[in-house]
């Protein structure tokens, strides 16, 4: 019975040993000139020819500014001008960048000729590949780029764009100025790799450290278990099994915080699901899973897998002992819209020996792929291995256009519902809704019609057969937050 119905309601403890920034946004006040982390999508539209500087063919050639604006919706080609005109920045420190473009490469000077062309040649970044954005303080809109020669981009025409425009910053930034950018974002990451190498070396450890210690401390144990919920779900990134000194810019130390969970939770009695949220290179380009820059990149080479596997095994290995350890959550979602299905089953069937070299009794959770572009879940063939769970994460964040509780359930219950009900079989793996939250979109929804959709979302994720966790314990977004959901009444277990 312990086997087929282990039925665990949990809350994951999100934000703490992984940063997601929109957890805790205070966590990024200290970084000096936070606009500019790593990952951060930018796009610069010349002045004097009207149009946007980009990478030719995404990347492998030029630099040109022949780019128009974003094409109407449904007319963008894959690998179009929209995504090469797109620099994804890498931080050096707060004034120094490396732009990586569409196809992974970087800009940087032309090495032959007079060295002033610019290219999008280079796969590792070095000198010639560094740059300082100058903003304009009356409008910070307005940018110059300086190269490593000193010298600032112009565009002397559409086809050609060069490095050896001199001029004393505090120059008039006219729109007939070649020099003369206007800057867009387009995207924001903020996760674990931006606030450590954005906070820098001396400031990261402090920083890091103070927040471990005290946003989930030993009293949100006792208050997880005197509310009806028998298990936490904690991610961890790969960087916690590299000792105390990990591949810059990761801070060493969590581990002994995890330590810690695992001492709380045999004092009162909560099993402990260790989930693997971010791996080596990123297994889904968002900064939850601590993408550099948001390209998927695990599962590229064999080292990334293998580096993946010494995770689990360690994790696996050091805490086999303990009464709690009661699941390994091999991946979370991993990106099927660019990683191949077959490398992430390999991977499965690899994680699942690594955990049984340890422990016989620890489940093995495997997380369906998310195809993005279908919004279909891809399952893991788990079958032939034994003590294993999928997991499922159900989002469902109400569409605006339901604007009332007898519009949204009968819709809640034909996607989930039913779904949950033909995913549970007799003698498949367990189904695990490893993630999901209470946050209903209509404004002005009375606080009745919040607690009956929640009720309805606790009867539907009742059906899985490994259970739930909700996301997530803490959050600056209340109805994200479990604790503010229990303590103002939303949520009662």
């Known amino acids: 019975?312990?086997?087929?119905?282990?039925?665990?309601?949990?809350?994951?403890?999100?934000?703490?040993?992984?940063?997601?920034?929109?957890?805790?946004?205070?966590?990024?006040?200290?970084?000096?000139?936070?606009?500019?982390?790593?990952?951060?999508?930018?796009?610069?539209?010349?002045?004097?020819?009207g149009k946007y500087l980009c990478a030719e063919s995404g990347g492998g050639h030029r630099l040109i500014a022949n780019c128009r604006g974003t094409p109407a919706v449904g007319k963008r080609p894959a690998g179009s001008s929209s995504q090469w005109k797109t620099f994804r920045l890498w931080r050096i420190n707060e004034r120094l960048f490396n732009f990586r473009v569409a196809n992974k490469q970087f800009v940087g000077l032309d090495s032959g000729g007079d060295g002033v062309d610019l290219v999008a040649t280079c796969d590792s970044p070095g000198t010639l590949e560094t740059f300082e954005i100058v903003r304009n303080t009356d409008d910070p809109s307005r940018v110059r780029i300086k190269a490593s020669n000193?010298?600032?981009?112009?565009?002397?025409?559409?086809?050609?764009?060069?490095?050896?425009?001199?001029?004393d910053e505090s120059n008039v930034w006219g729109d007939e100025d070649p020099s003369v950018f206007v800057m867009n974002f387009t995207k924001r990451l903020e996760g674990e790799f931006q606030v450590t190498n954005g906070l820098g070396p001396q400031k990261a450890p402090e920083v890091m450290r103070e927040h471990w210690s005290t946003f989930i401390v030993e009293d949100d144990f006792k208050f997880i278990a005197e509310n009806g919920l028998n298990a936490v779900r904690i991610p961890v990134g790969w960087w916690i099994a590299s000792g105390p000194n990990p591949p810059r810019p990761y801070v060493g130390g969590s581990l002994a915080y995890l330590d810690n969970a695992f001492s709380w939770a045999e004092k009162?009695?909560?099993?402990?699901?260790?989930?693997?949220?971010?791996?080596?290179?990123?297994?889904?380009?968002?900064?939850?899973?601590?993408?550099?820059?948001?390209?998927?990149?695990?599962?590229?080479?064999?080292?990334?897998?293998?580096?993946?596997?010494?995770?689990?095994?360690?994790?696996t290995s050091r805490y086999t002992k303990s009464l709690s350890l009661y699941a390994v959550d091999l991946l979370n979602e991993p990106l099927a819209e660019t990683l191949p299905q077959e490398t992430v089953s390999r991977y499965y069937i690899a994680g699942h020996n690594a955990v049984r070299k340890h422990s016989s009794s620890a489940y093995v959770i495997m997380s369906c792929m998310l195809e993005t572009s279908s919004k279909e879940l891809l399952l893991p063939d788990a079958n032939s291995l034994d003590r294993t769970v999928v997991d499922m994460q159900c989002y469902f964040l109400c569409d605006t256009e339901l604007d009332t509780i007898q519009d949204t359930l009968p819709c809640f219950y034909e996607d989930w519902f039913a779904q949950l009900e033909s995913l549970a079989t007799s003698n498949g793996p367990l189904i695990f809704v490893g993630e999901w939250v209470a946050e209903w979109g209509p404004n002005g929804a009375t606080e009745e019609e919040n607690q009956e959709y929640v009720e309805a979302q606790l009867k539907a994720y009742g059906r899985a057969t490994f259970g739930w966790a909700y996301w997530t314990l803490k959050c600056a977004e209340d109805h994200w937050s479990l604790e503010w959901m229990i303590k103002n009444g939303y949520i009662k277990l």
């Not at 998927?296 to 293998?306: A, L, P, S």
Request: neutral net charge; hydrophobic residues 35%.
């Open 268 to 315: 009162y009695g909560l099993k402990v699901i260790i989930d693997l949220r971010a791996a080596p290179k990123s297994q889904n380009g968002w900064e939850r899973s601590s993408s550099r820059d948001g390209f998927r990149e695990w599962g590229d080479t064999d080292d990334t897998i293998q580096q993946t596997l010494h995770v689990i095994e360690f994790l």
């Open 1 to 49: 019975m312990e086997n087929r119905n282990p039925k665990i309601r949990a809350v994951n403890l999100g934000g703490w040993l992984v940063t997601e920034g929109w957890i805790k946004p205070s966590l990024f006040d200290a970084i000096p000139n936070k606009d500019f982390l790593d990952g951060t999508r930018l796009q610069f539209r010349s002045m004097t020819v």
């Open 150 to 167: 000193s010298c600032f981009l112009q565009v002397r025409t559409e086809e050609r764009v060069t490095a050896d425009y001199q001029c």
